[in-house]
């Protein structure tokens, strides 16, 4: 069965600290996994996916098919990097499974 | 562009009454889907569509109701609602093109049963 598991429930950090948030996860065929944000009183929104291999707001993310992992990172965290984060798995053309998320609150 | 509509985006209800959630969206996307998202437990996939007239269930389909008679819409229903179903509710749908698949978010609904 497919399935995302992010460990950590809440990251804090501060302002430009190293910032990594986890998300491991089991899927018997090849993966598609994406980040998804949401900032406080906003919509879920895609951050990133590892097919697209890119950096956006400073983040990256790689896809380690051994350990099945898609950890987050960014290397100076920002204030307003705070809100909640969701990794997710693509379960073929239909829907994505979510992990449970970490909230990462970056204090001054 | 108004992109993935849903309403109403608060609601309450009492134990045993129905309603409806709409969503709407006007990218002319095949799938569509619908999650809960609840402290500590993230989003949990209710129902999720692959086009008009189909569609199949998620994690958590007990309780809930969806039907797609058009490609644009995919209102999910309550028949008799419960405090476990108090939530927030958002409604997805999918872009496939060249470089895989993205999905927009409604705004949510948040629903309290009481």
């Known amino acids: 069965a497919q399935r995302v598991t992010q460990p950590e429930k809440l990251l804090s950090v501060f302002k430009g600290a190293p910032v990594e948030l986890k998300c491991n996860y089991s899927y018997s065929g090849s993966p598609e996994l994406f980040w998804y944000v949401q900032y406080s009183r906003q919509r879920l929104q895609l951050l990133l996916r590892h097919i697209s291999r890119e950096s956006i707001k400073g983040f990256t993310a790689d896809l380690n098919k051994g350990e099945t992992s898609f950890h987050l990172k960014k290397p100076f965290a920002q204030e307003e990097d705070s809100a909640m984060y969701y990794c997710?798995?693509?379960?073929?053309?239909?829907?994505?499974?979510f992990g449970s998320g970490t909230r990462l609150q970056v204090q001054p | 562009n108004a992109g993935v509509t849903q309403t109403p985006k608060f609601q309450v209800l009492k134990t045993g009454q129905s309603m409806t959630l709409q969503c709407a969206q006007d990218m002319n996307h095949e799938y569509m889907s619908w999650y809960r998202q609840d402290p500590g437990m993230g989003l949990r996939l209710i129902h999720y569509s692959v086009g008009a007239g189909i569609t199949d269930q998620g994690e958590v389909p007990n309780g809930y109701n969806v039907s797609r008679s058009t490609t644009e819409d995919f209102p999910l229903r309550l028949l008799s609602a419960a405090p476990s179903q108090t939530s927030v509710y958002f409604c997805?749908?999918?872009?496939?093109?060249?470089?895989?698949?993205?999905?927009?978010f409604g705004s949510g609904t948040q629903l309290s049963v009481l």
């Open positions: 997805a749908s999918t872009w496939t093109g060249h470089g895989g698949e993205k999905l927009f």
């Open positions: 997710a798995l693509f379960m073929g053309r239909r829907a994505l499974t």
